[in-house]
T-cell receptor
Framework: GENVEQHPSTLSVQEGDSAVIKCTYSDSASNYFPWYKQELGKGPQLIIDIRSNVGEKKDQRIAVTLNKTAKHFSLHITETQPEDSAVYFCAARYGQNFVFGPGTRLSVLP | EAGVTQFPSHSVIEKGQTVTLRCDPISGHDNLYWYRRVMGKEIKFLLHFVKESKQDESGMPNNRFLAERTGGTYSTLKVQPAELEDSGVYFC??????????????FGPGTRLTVL
């Protein structure tokens, strides 16, 4: 079945630095890739997404890139701030449902 | 608009007992999904409702789990009898349109279930 891998599992960066989280997926038919941010005590919240007909999408300090050939997609956060600290999940659409990666715990150190 | 709500936020039960989790999706969202995250692993799909019909329940672990969505509004997920391995965080999500579309799924805050 569909599988999504996500790396790293934990990531610590200094405030102001950039953070990159990478995911790979197995089903070449997947065509939609959302990223979710989960803060303590809350459910995952969509922060950015990308469709398979686009290679890159940017929204202020966050960007996502997609390499369909390699079946890789990445989340880039620039100028990190303490409030960016959270668990981030990537996901790939598989049929009518989604398969999620295991999550990355990002810590932004002041 | 109000978001997806889930009740209870936490539940601690003993092995063999029954627990019922509730999810209220965003009003007007036909699609409702249940997910589970166990021990810090990935968020795993359990099942998908379109209105009151089960579209896909391939992720349900076994017949101890029963999901319903009578009337196509809120949904319940019952675990009976609960086992230790059922512990985890159960998330509900809803979206306006599924199938060929790629509408955003809005997640609830989750129910943390602990089976002792």
């Amino acid at each position: 079945g569909e599988n999504v891998e996500q790396h790293p599992s934990t990531l610590s960066v200094q405030e102001g630095d950039s953070a990159v989280i990478k995911c790979t997926y197995s089903d070449s038919a997947s065509n939609y890739f959302p990223w979710y941010k989960q803060e303590l005590g809350k459910g995952p919240q969509l922060i950015i997404d990308i469709r398979s007909n686009v290679g890159e999408k940017k929204d202020q300090r966050i960007a996502v890139t997609l390499n369909k050939t390699a079946k890789h997609f990445s989340l880039h956060i620039t100028e990190t701030q303490p409030e960016d600290s959270a668990v981030y999940f990537c996901a790939a659409r598989y049929g009518q449902n989604f398969v999620f990666g295991p999550g990355t715990r990002l810590s932004v150190l002041p | 608009e109000a978001g997806v709500t889930q009740f209870p936020s936490h539940s601690v039960i003993e092995k063999g007992q029954t627990v019922t989790l509730r999810c209220d999706p965003i009003s007007g969202h036909d699609n409702l999904y249940w997910y589970r995250r166990v021990m810090g692993k990935e968020i795993k799909f359990l099942l998908h409702f379109v209105k009151e019909s089960k579209q896909d329940e391939s992720g349900m672990p076994n017949n101890r789990f029963l999901a319903e969505r009578t009337g196509g509004t809120y949904s319940t997920l019952k675990v009976q009898p609960a086992e230790l391995e059922d512990s985890g965080v159960y998330f509900c999500a809803s979206s306006r349109r599924g199938g060929a579309g790629t509408d955003t799924q809005y997640f609830g805050p989750g129910t943390r279930l602990t089976v002792l």
